[in-house]
């Protein structure tokens, strides 16, 4: 059964209650959304899906501890939900090579590398003095991407997997600045 949007932002609410966590997901979901409607048009609400429940175990498993449980943990929530979607439980493990799932389809990579790019924007967004994304400029990406030590936590190899989709990693930058900058007010920034 493939999951829709409402579905999937309900089952998101039922189990994720911090707000950075939640603004996390929104984040997320909208960098999908654009890159969906690049690579594959006809599942831009799918791929948010994807986007929007990602990080469903977020709260619910000890990733920090056992990192390969962060993915599988989320599968485990969406069948008890009734959710049997293989092509989306694969892609929510994918989005943690540490799971056991190697990225391999558009869809896989897309979500490997959107979710590091909205913390790293966040991030920009975060040392500019209004704190906010419409700020942020393309240029600043790429002179904070090889500033290995701001956002260390942004694992800059994950968000270059994008290339494994055909899309060039620039316009990647500027597809998700401008996601989030769509979403703006939602997402604190």
């Known amino acids: 059964m493939a999951v829709t949007r409402d579905q999937a932002y309900e089952i998101l609410h039922k189990y ?3 707000e950075r966590y939640l603004e996390h997901s929104y984040a997320v979901e909208a960098i999908m959304r654009g890159v969906a409607e ?14 929007l429940l990602h990080d469903l175990d977020e709260e ?18 969406l069948k008890k939900e009734g959710i049997d ?14 799971s056991g799932v190697k990225a391999k389809t558009k869809l896989q ?10 913390g790293f924007l ?15 400029k393309h240029k600043s990406v790429l002179k904070r991407f ?3 030590r701001f956002a260390a936590g942004a694992n800059r190899d994950y968000m270059e997997a994008i290339e494994f989709t055909g899309m060039d990693f620039d316009e990647f930058i500027d597809i ?14």
């Open 16 to 18: 994720m209650e911090g």
């Open 60 to 77: 619910h498993c000890e990733w920090k501890e056992h990192p390969e449980t962060h993915g599988p943990t989320s599968v485990e929530i």
């Open 176 to 189: 998700a600045l401008e996601a989030m900058r769509g979403i703006a007010d939602r997402i604190g920034l």
């Open 85 to 98: 979607d293989p092509v989306l439980f694969d892609a929510i493990c994918a989005h943690n090579p540490e």
């Open 122 to 136: 966040k991030a920009i967004a975060q040392i500019y003095p209004d704190k906010k994304i419409a700020s942020v």
């Open 146 to 148: 090889r500033e290995l």
């Open 109 to 118: 990579y897309a979500i490997l590398a959107s979710d590091p790019m909205s």
């Open 38 to 51: 690049k690579l594959a048009p006809e599942e831009v609400e799918y791929w948010g899906v994807v986007g």
